[in-house]
C-alpha cells in the first residue's frame, strides 16, 4: 500500500500579536520582579499534550531555538504546546494562568480551523486569535494565542491566580492544529521562559529561566515524540485523522482494509521508523522501515493490507519505532503501540 508523508507545519504565525518584536537581549535587560511560570494549559505533557514549536533566537532567516536546535520556524516568538487533535479540543482543554496577575484585554469570536485550508489573508490582521493578555507587575505580560471560540471565562480588569483557567485551547487565528501559544514579554520584549532574561551559554536554558522547577522539568525534553497511533478500515486520510477519526479500538472481519497508522512530532533526517503490524498468533499483517529524507515538524505514516479472505478474529497489536543516531554514537528510542480487537 501507498503512504503519506505530511510535510513540516508551514511557517505560521509569523504576524501573531506583537510578532515585530524580538527576544530580548539577555545580557542587557534587568528583571524586576521576575515571574515563575507554571504550565499554561492543564495536560500531561508527553501523554495529554506536546512541546512543538520554541523561540526562534535567529535573528536573521535561519532558525535556532534555545538549545541551538531547529525546534521553531523563522520569526516564531513563544512556546507552543499542542494536543492530539480536534476532537480533543471539543472536548475542553483549559487554557490557564502561567501566574498570577490582573487580565489586561482579551479578543474572542474567531472561528477554529486551519488556517492552511481557510488562507492567511482570511486571518492575517488578528494572528493570536482569540486571546487573553495577562499583566504580572514590573513590565511583565503574558499572552496566551489561539484559544476556543466562546471558551473565555474572564474579563479586562479581572484578577487571576496561578493556575485559574482563561479559557480552553482551540485552533483560532493563524493556527493549523489546536494548540496554545504562550508569549512572554518585559517591557515590550519577546522573553523566552526556559532562557529568562540572562544567559551565561550560548546554547541551553538560562541561568533563571521564568518556568517553575516542576515545569521545566517536564518540558526539557526533545520536542520529538510519536504521540499517536491507531487503526483505520481504510487508507488514512491525514486531515480526517487529525480531526479524530480512526479511533475505533474494534473492527470488523469484513473490513476492506487494516491499517495500522502512527503520527509524529519533529523526525530528523535520518530516522530510521519501523511500523510492525500483528494479529492473532503474532501473524504478521504489515511491516516497514523508512529512513527518514528530512526535518519535519509533522509526520505521519501507515502500513496495512487489503482483505483477501475474512480477517481472524482476535487481538491485533500495531507498534512503531523511531531511531536517532546521537552524537556520542548512541542511539535514541522512542516508541508507541496500540491494539485493536477484530470481531
Known amino acids: 500500500m501507498r503512504f503519506i508523508e505530511i510535510s513540516r507545519f508551514s511557517k505560521i504565525l509569523a504576524a501573531v500579536l506583537l510578532a ?3 527576544l530580548a537581549p539577555p545580557s542587557t535587560v534587568r528583571a524586576e520582579g521576575q515571574p ?4 499554561p494549559l492543564t495536560c500531561n505533557p508527553g501523554r495529554t499534550c506536546w512541546l512543538v514549536n520554541l523561540p526562534d533566537h535567529d535573528p536573521g532567516p535561519g532558525v535556532r531555538d534555545y538549545a541551538c536546535g531547529a525546534h521553531s520556524y523563522n520569526g516564531h516568538t513563544g512556546v507552543d504546546i499542542a494536543i492530539r487533535d480536534y476532537s480533543k479540543m471539543e472536548d475542553g ?4 494562568a502561567a501566574a498570577a496577575g490582573t487580565v489586561l ?10 488556517v492552511s485550508l481557510v488562507g492567511r489573508d482570511a486571518v492575517m490582521s488578528q494572528g493570536c486569535g482569540n486571546s487573553v493578555a495577562v499583566g504580572h507587575g514590573g513590565g511583565w505580560e503574558t ?6 471560540r466562546g471558551s473565555l471565562t474572564v474579563r479586562p480588569g479581572q484578577r487571576v491566580e496561578k493556575g485559574d483557567r482563561l479559557g480552553s485551547v482551540g485552533s483560532s487565528g493563524l493556527a493549523e492544529f489546536p494548540h496554545i501559544h504562550l508569549g512572554v514579554r518585559l517591557n515590550g520584549k519577546i522573553v523566552d521562559p526556559f532562557v529568562g532574561v540572562r544567559r551565561s551559554a550560548d546554547c541551553g536554558p538560562g541561568p533563571s529561566p521564568l518556568w517553575d522547577a516542576r515545569s521545566l522539568s517536564m518540558l526539557k525534553d526533545t520536542p520529538t515524540a510519536l504521540y499517536d497511533a491507531g487503526f483505520a478500515p481504510v487508507e488514512v486520510n491525514p486531515i480526517a485523522l487529525r480531526r479524530g477519526f480512526y479511533r475505533d479500538g474494534r473492527l470488523s472481519a469484513k473490513a476492506p482494509v487494516l491499517v495500522f497508522w502512527v503520527d509524529a512530532f519533529w523526525v530528523a533526517k535520518g530516522d530510521r521508523l519501523t511500523l510492525t503490524f500483528t494479529g492473532p498468533n503474532d501473524r504478521k499483517i504489515a511491516a516497514k522501515s523508512f529512513t527518514l529524507d528530512k526535518t519535519q515538524a509533522r509526520h505521519m505514516r501507515f502500513v496495512g493490507k487489503r482483505k483477501t479472505v475474512d480477517w ?11 531511531e536517532r543516531a546521537t552524537k556520542d554514537g548512541g542511539k535514541e528510542t522512542f516508541r508507541i503501540e496500540r491494539r485493536l480487537i477484530v470481531e
Not at 36 to 39: K, P
Not at 312 to 322: I, R
Request: glycine share 14%; net charge neutral; charged share 15%.
Open 105 to 114: 484585554r482579551l479578543r474572542d469570536g474567531m472561528l477554529d480551523g486551519d
Open 143 to 148: 499572552f496566551y494565542c489561539h484559544l476556543r
Open 20 to 22: 515585530a518584536t524580538v
Open 312 to 322: 481472524h478474529t482476535g487481538s491485533y497489536l500495531g507498534v512503531a519505532v523511531l
Open 36 to 39: 515563575s511560570l507554571g504550565l
Open 93 to 96: 482543554v483549559p487554557v490557564v
